[in-house]
Each structure stands twice: as structure tokens, then as C-alpha cells.
């Protein structure tokens, strides 16, 4: 798989997404560092979510030529509307259980996460057929399967990734779960992803970034380019 991989998007930059900012100062190191995007989430159960005012604060501060991601998990088409209207994020991410019918209401671009491992999502068949639904995503995001929705510092079998890859169908796929500074080197080698996204890898706890941690895992996966 890593040799087909290797060759398909070997000349491509890995971009890089720093998700479940909650502090001002941990987007200003990103931003810093030079991430792509940076993450919002609005799942209250997270220990990464941030209020409406505490997320148009934190959009606030992030440049042009950044995108600003607002994740969502199951979430009303009031609270997602709520957030379009008032954060005015980029780009939407939608990491439970959500339709295609359901992402494309608001008419704005869109990633769908996949749980990576979860039932119905155990095998790269499986895994490709039900990324098809989602044709028009931007993206296709392959998370760990948790019952905590992502940001569980867990990784998954990537070899399950190995039809999504291979498929003229597939969206640009950006790889998450368990990565961290000793991990996305390996990880890109293996599935030359579009970009990365890391939340607990470059914390201190949960939702408490660290800017050391961001400026390593950002020197790792250029030095994996």
C-alpha cells in the first residue's frame, strides 16, 4: 500500500490542522508555527468545546490564509446555523453520525469524519463504501474509533484506509487519531495524506495546548515532506 500511496501523492505538502483550540494563546501558536486550520469544537460533552463568545474571540485572532474549522457532533441545525452566523467559520466538520443530506443543508463546505474500527467501519471495504455517501465532502477525516468522538490520543489500523486511498473517488483525506511528534512521521509515510490534525498530541490536558508541542509536531511532518 505504501508504495502505491508513496506514488500517487508523494509531491504533495502534508497540511496541518491544530483542533480543539480553546485558549488564545494556543491559537496564536499555531498560527505561529504555521498550521493551515485550526479547530473549533462545538460538542459540549468535549473537554475541548468552546462557547459561541469564546469561539468569535478565538476567530477572531486567526489571519487570512487560515482556515477556521467548526466541528460538530449531532448537533441541531439551530446550534449549526447558530455558529455559520455568528463565527462565520471556514470550513464544517461533522464527526458523528450525520447524512450527507444532513452536511449539505448549509450550503457551505464541508469534511465528514469517519471512526476508523467502529462496526460497519472494520473493514477497508466497509470503510470505502461508506465514504462514497459523502462524494461531496471537501474532505474525507479518519479518526479512531472512542466513544468520546475523537481526540482520544488513539490510533487506528491505517491498512484500513487502503481501498479509500486506491479509489479514484476519493476526497482528500486528512489523517487523524493518536498522532503525536513520534507518530506522524510513520503515519504520513504510509498514507501520504492531504494534511494531518492533531488535538491530543500536542496538549498538556484536555483542551490546554502546548506550544512546544505544537512547534515540534509541525517540524515532524515537514521533515516527513
Not at 490542522?17 to 494556543?26: M, N, V
Not at 457551505?108 to 465514504?131: H, I, N, S, W
Request: charged residues 20%; aromatic residues 8%; proline residues 4%.
Amino acid at each position: 500500500m505504501a508504495g502505491v500511496i508513496g506514488q500517487k501523492m508523494k509531491k504533495i505538502r502534508t497540511r496541518v490542522k491544530i483542533c480543539g483550540l480553546t485558549r488564545a494563546e494556543d491559537v496564536n501558536a499555531a498560527v505561529a508555527a504555521g498550521a493551515d486550520a485550526v479547530g473549533l469544537v462545538f460538542y459540549p460533552p468535549s473537554s475541548r468545546y468552546v462557547s459561541l463568545e469564546n469561539a468569535c474571540g478565538l476567530r477572531n485572532l486567526v489571519p487570512a490564509m487560515v482556515s477556521v474549522v467548526a466541528l460538530f457532533v449531532n448537533a441541531s441545525n439551530e446550534d449549526v446555523q447558530q455558529v455559520i452566523d455568528q463565527v462565520q467559520p471556514d470550513i464544517l466538520q461533522f464527526h458523528g453520525d450525520e447524512s450527507p443530506d444532513e452536511c449539505e443543508q448549509y450550503g457551505r463546505r464541508y469534511m465528514k469524519a469517519f471512526r476508523v474500527g467502529a462496526p460497519g467501519l472494520d473493514t477497508p471495504q466497509a470503510v470505502l463504501e461508506t465514504c462514497r455517501r459523502y462524494r461531496s465532502a471537501s474532505a474525507w477525516l479518519f479518526d479512531s474509533y472512542s466513544a468520546g468522538y475523537g481526540g482520544s490520543g488513539k490510533q487506528f489500523d491505517l491498512g484500513l484506509l487502503e481501498m479509500v486511498i486506491a479509489s479514484p473517488e476519493s476526497r482528500p483525506v486528512v489523517l487523524a487519531g493518536g498522532l503525536n511528534v513520534e507518530t506522524v512521521g510513520a503515519a504520513i509515510a504510509q498514507v501520504a495524506p492531504f494534511a494531518v490534525d492533531v488535538s491530543s498530541g500536542v496538549e498538556i490536558s484536555g483542551g490546554v495546548k502546548c506550544a512546544g508541542k505544537i512547534r515540534a509536531f509541525m517540524q515532524a511532518v515537514a521533515l516527513s515532506r
